[in-house]
């Protein structure tokens, strides 16, 4: 059995703790277990960190106070199998326990829950029970669930996470064409879009909150017009529209000769669609593309959306007088627009 050793304590399954720090030594505790961390100027260590110890020794940070974004992984499971999924999926289970073991952490200073996957409503069961315990812990806290929807065809699925009454609950859920062919093809999964059709539906009629995310690259940007006209008219109930740029890694990044569409190329295309969607009533936003990629006048739209522990900015955006208000780039991308100029 693979294993690691702290202190003489053999580490057989995966450790979650908290870090504490006081004059200058370094512990973790999970209530059941303390152990004394070593430096690491890699991780470099805060008061208040989840990490957690895997049995072959490799430590992780979880979640640190500053990023004030509490990330729950249900699992690398999907039942869609998206052409630009940033993310490998296998058949390695869920990780419920692990989740439930950090929120027991009381993880501090936290304004946002992200549940994501994979797909996490391969697991409904699973889905339910970290709700509820989310729900117990932080009743005020916005949660978004990402997710494809499809599970929510289930009228049954959407009553029992209705029932948790988690106000602040919004369900994050991917739209990429107007129609099942171009939809479907995309997320790799025939009769997919009319699951998730049914599922948005069945999640408004349970008065729940629901965005659509829209990713752009080469084999949407062709829709997005067509796809703003079909939620504007057909989901006019959605509570906010993310038009969103692509992350190149994992399957897009394997395929990025064939997916890569520099921002700089479509910012005509996207202006016209955002601004459509703002001037009929949506509340829409430009996710993960940077100020210096869109025209001046849908600057207003674009959101600090890539996660703290994914973000980066080139050295050239030091002498930008917008960087606090952008969101940079994703770190994990393989591909850099050419255009990216201090503004
Ligand atoms: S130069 Fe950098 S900080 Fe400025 S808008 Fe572009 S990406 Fe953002």
């Not at 990780?95 to 549940?115: A, S």
């Not at 059709?197 to 909150?209: A, P, S, T, V, Y």
């Not at 601004?275 to 593309?289: A, K």
């Amino acid at each position: 059995m693979l294993s690691t050793k702290i202190e003489g304590i053999n580490i057989e399954q995966p450790y979650i703790g908290k870090v504490y720090i006081e004059n200058d030594l370094i512990t973790c505790n999970n209530g059941r277990l303390k152990l004394t961390l070593s430096p690491n100027d890699f991780l470099n260590y805060e008061s208040g960190d989840i990490i957690s110890i895997m049995p072959d020794g490799i430590v992780s940070i979880l979640y640190r106070t500053s990023w004030q974004d509490l990330t729950l992984f249900v699992t690398n499971q999907c039942n869609s199998a998206c052409i630009m999924c940033p993310q490998v999926c296998d058949n390695s289970g869920h990780f419920l326990n692990m989740n439930l073991q950090i929120l027991e952490l009381r993880p501090e200073n936290v304004k946002h829950i992200g549940i994501t996957g994979g797909e996490p409503t391969v697991f409904p069961d699973v889905v339910v029970e970290l709700l509820n315990r989310v729900h117990d812990i932080y009743p005020d806290t916005p949660v978004s669930f990402l997710t494809n929807g499809r599970a929510f065809k289930n009228l049954n699925l959407v009553k029992k996470i209705t029932s948790i009454g988690h106000s602040k609950l919004l369900f994050c859920i991917p739209l990429y064409a107007a129609n099942y062919e171009q939809h479907d093809y995309i997320v790799g999964s025939k009769g997919a879009f009319v699951d998730t059709i049914k599922g948005i539906f069945n999640l408004f009629r349970m008065r729940q909150l629901v965005e659509i995310r829209t990713v752009l690259f080469s084999k949407t940007i062709g829709n997005i017009k067509l796809l703003a006209d079909y939620i504007s008219r057909n989901l006019p109930f959605v509570r906010h529209v993310a038009i969103m740029g692509m992350e190149y890694s994992g399957y897009a990044a394997k395929n990025s000769n064939e997916f890569w569409i520099d921002p700089f190329d479509y910012k005509e295309i996207l202006d016209s669609t955002a601004l459509s969607l703002y001037r009929r009533g949506m509340m829409t936003s430009i996710y993960n593309i940077p100020l210096c990629l869109l025209t001046e006048r849908v600057r207003f739209l674009a959101r600090d959306s890539i996660s703290a522990w994914k973000k980066t900015y080139p050295i050239s955006c030091n002498t930008c007088s917008v960087k606090e208000q952008c969101c940079g780039i994703f770190e994990t991308s393989i591909n850099i627009s050419e255009h990216i100029i201090p503004l």
